[in-house]
């Protein structure tokens, strides 16, 4: 089993930024790929940017990319997502989430999540 453990949210105004961290416990860290999610209220839970287990790879949606930063030091068992320039719209509870094997978009994979952590950015 692995734990997760999000932090780093909090209320920013708008242009500013927030690095959100997502720490492990448990079973190898290393050897999993890892998602940041976020799920606004009313709306579906939407993938913002993954991972791969040693760090050589990551993936992001085209509107993240430019703006959010995901990395990982697996000596400390933790990923992080730097976030720049945010947005209203980015207001939401982030999520990161874990797997064996590759990383995806889609959470349904995702075999071990966190419990989250609120970004609000405020106009």
């Known amino acids: 089993q692995v734990q997760l453990v999000e932090s780093g949210g909090g209320t920013v105004q708008a242009g500013g930024s927030l690095r959100l961290s997502c720490a492990a416990s448990?079973?190898?860290?290393?050897?999993?790929?890892v998602g940041w999610f976020r799920q606004a209220p009313g709306k579906e839970r939407e993938f913002v940017a993954a991972?791969?287990?040693?760090?050589?790879?990551?993936y992001y949606t085209d509107s993240k990319k430019e703006r959010f930063t995901i990395s990982r030091d697996n000596a400390k068992n933790t990923v992080y997502l730097q976030m720049n320039t945010l947005k209203p719209e980015d207001t939401a509870v982030y999520y990161c989430?874990?797997?064996?094997?590759?990383?995806?978009?889609?959470?349904?994979?995702?075999?071990?999540w966190g419990q989250g952590t609120q970004v609000t950015v405020s106009s």
């Open positions: 989430a874990a797997r064996r094997g590759g990383y995806y978009s889609d959470y349904s994979v995702y075999e071990y």
């Open positions: 448990g079973r190898t860290f290393s050897n999993l790929a």
């Open positions: 991972i791969s287990w040693n760090g050589g790879s990551t």
